[in-house]
């Protein structure tokens, strides 16, 4: 056989051989497999990816970010729904500025559930960043009522997308009620 056929050959081979050996490496990464190997052959996880986007453990509920205002007499607004997720069109493949904002929102509801379940002293979750964030996105960027002088918000789960489970939210967080720094608008009748 001829040497250049030979080293045609040679690098097929090799080219094969270490796209299936990256192949397995990745499935095996998938699978939780074969932690330990990975990690000595990739210890930056910068070869070896890992798309378990959903994972280890899948939200199974949504999260709902809920507030109302307490007005100048001390009464309370109704709850409403911050509508954080917008309704999805064709264009948002190529070109969806609000996404960040959706991200953050889930992001810090998501770290909101995790300080909630370990520290169950408000006080000291009214220091948290994602506590924090909440409030100022809620006391900011929220519509509130004309003669509202504070602000409280509070996080629901629901259902999610299925449709057969009970819609019945398990509130599992609710904010002291914030001063919004305002002078309530006067009421012209």
Known sequence: MNPDRWLTLARRVALYGALSTWLSLTLLEQL????????RLDPLNALIPNWRFF?????????????????AGGEMTDWREVEVVEERR???????????????????????????RREQELRKLQVTVPYLVLLSYVTHHCEHHPQARG???LL????????QEEADPLLFFASDVHDLGREPHAVHV
């Open 90 to 116: 064709t264009s948002h493949m190529l070109w969806h500025p609000n996404r960040r904002r959706e991200k953050v929102i889930f992001d810090v509801t998501e770290e909101m559930k995790a300080y909630a």
């Open 55 to 71: 994972g280890p453990q899948p939200a199974m509920h949504d999260c709902h970010l809920l507030y109302r205002d307490e007005l």
């Open 32 to 39: 939780q497999k074969g932690a330990k190997i990975n990690r």
């Open 156 to 163: 629901a789960n629901g259902p999610g997308y299925d449709e």
């Open 151 to 153: 602000t409280q918000f």
